[in-house]
């Protein structure tokens, strides 16, 4: 997903500033980084592979509305797989992971709000 | 690792009278649609036009042939990767097989999974659980449905080497033995768990000893790569369950011939030993060799011809379904559609 979200700020480099923060490790987990860049942006989008039901995404917007909701200018935005299990057949697997298309779409409409 | 049977050296089936020529040419059919059918799947596998990997069933083929072949047509059964032939047994099609392996819209998971993790509701074929050893308590569960609806049904399943030391398994058995549940489980003894020799897996190679002293379930031992000595054992094992005398194993005792799947060459495996068996006990040319000495030579090249034909179009026909919609996503994995 790091290269997706390097894509997705590149295309939207005329309209917005985005900054990718690639967290390496869930745990320990870097809040400090986490809200010094949400100090920085205002916004955010936690984006993972994994479905929306499950995975680290969980934390880190658990962490960001107990400790940067002050922060924010927009409910933080959760981009992930659907609640399904992962399907076999690639033209439905493409469709299961968050696509380029998909994120930047998102991160347009967490501007706009 | 391809070690193709010549002709006329493969010891012939058993003779019986209890298995007629039209069991035998029905059977012949399935363990060489089997057999060519999972020859294509490795092509397309090694053309990268199938996801994931490849599980053969190369050398078992006749014992699922024989368990699907047995089965009365109310019964229901749960075969898993090396089993394609119990598919094809109770009606599934080369086509929807292929369809599966390709992930196409019209398959018979519309894509969601692929290889011979599928079932076929309308045929009483239960879909494969990929954690082998979990599909035991699931038939011991339908075999108790049976019982309790006093219907003279069976429930049959398959497991390997490597699922016999699974928990499940051991519960399953056991709730079926003091439940008198009308199951049939078939032992495939192939020699490995993957990569580890049945030596390395129990202190005791005998599954069907296992099943019968440990567990109370009458068990038999058979030559898996004879499918008229398989068809007998399961067709007594089956009528067994059937007239209330409880659940009943049947080891049968083959060899893998192929690795694991197709991203494991086998390297590890006696090569002698392969070879062996491939020359001597490939069940597809044992019953050849048996329908030989029946004086059904002829029949033997038309069923040829004609399997080939039938794997050529099913996968003709498989090719030209739709890919599934990725709009459809979702459909299937919730009673109420999500937002």
Redesign the interface.
């Known amino acids: 997903m790091v290269d997706i979200a390097l894509r997705a700020a590149v295309a939207l480099e005329d309209e917005a500033s985005v900054e990718v923060l690639d967290l390496r490790t869930v745990w320990p987990l870097d809040g400090d980084a986490i809200l010094e860049s949400l100090g920085r942006t205002s916004r955010v989008c936690v984006l993972q592979e994994a479905s929306s039901s499950i995975g680290a995404a969980g934390s880190v917007l658990s962490l960001i509305a107990q400790e940067g909701f002050e922060l924010l200018d927009a409910p933080p935005l959760l981009v992930a797989a659907p609640i399904a299990p992962v399907p076999f057949a690639p033209e439905l697997e493409d469709a299961y992971i968050p696509s380029l298309e998909r994120v930047v779409e998102e991160l347009r409409r967490l501007g706009a709000y | 690792m391809r070690t193709d049977a010549g002709a006329g050296e493969a010891l012939p089936c058993e003779d019986s009278g209890e298995v007629t020529r039209e069991d035998r040419l029905a059977l012949f059919r399935l363990v060489l649609l089997h057999r060519l059918i999972e020859e294509r799947v490795g092509l397309l596998y090694r053309q990268g036009r199938v ?2 990997s490849v599980y053969t069933g190369r050398g078992q083929e006749a014992v699922g042939a024989a368990a699907g072949y047995a089965l009365g047509p109310d019964d229901v059964c749960a075969p898993l990767n090396r089993e394609l032939a119990c598919h094809l047994a109770r009606g599934v099609t080369t086509a929807e097989a292929f369809r599966n392996f390709l ?3 019209d398959s018979p ?1 519309r ?5 011979m ?1 599928f079932g076929a509701r309308e045929h009483g074929v239960f879909p494969l659980v990929s954690m082998l050893g979990d599909l035991c308590p699931v038939v011991v569960g339908a075999a108790l449905a049976f019982k309790r609806r006093r219907e003279p049904r069976v429930a049959l399943t398959f497991w390997g080497d490597g699922a016999m030391s699974t928990g499940d398994v051991h519960e399953g058995l056991n709730l079926a033995a003091v439940l008198k549940v009308p199951a049939v489980f078939v032992l495939q003894s192939n020699g490995w768990a993957y990569s580890t020799p049945t030596s390395r897996q129990m202190m005791n190679p005998c599954m069907a000893d296992r099943v019968e002293g440990g567990w109370g379930i009458p068990a038999t031992r058979v030559d898996g790569s004879d499918a008229v000595a398989t068809l007998i054992a399961l067709r007594g094992a089956i009528e067994r369950a059937r007239s209330g005398d409880g659940p009943q194993a049947v080891e049968a005792v083959t060899l893998r011939l192929d690795g694991h799947a197709a991203h494991d060459d086998g390297s590890y495996m006696d090569q002698a030993q392969l070879t062996e068996y491939a020359e001597q006990r490939d069940p597809v040319e044992r019953l050849a060799a048996r329908l030989r000495l029946d004086g059904l030579a002829e029949e033997v090249g038309v069923l040829r011809a004609a399997a080939a034909d039938e794997v050529s179009s099913g996968l003709e026909a498989a090719e030209a379904s739709p ?5 459809t ?2 459909d299937g ?1 919730y009673a109420t559609k ?1 937002t």
């Open positions: 996801s994931g992930g196409k819209g998971t894509g969601r999974d692929g290889n993790h890919a599934p919609d990725p709009a996503i979702l994995v999500l």
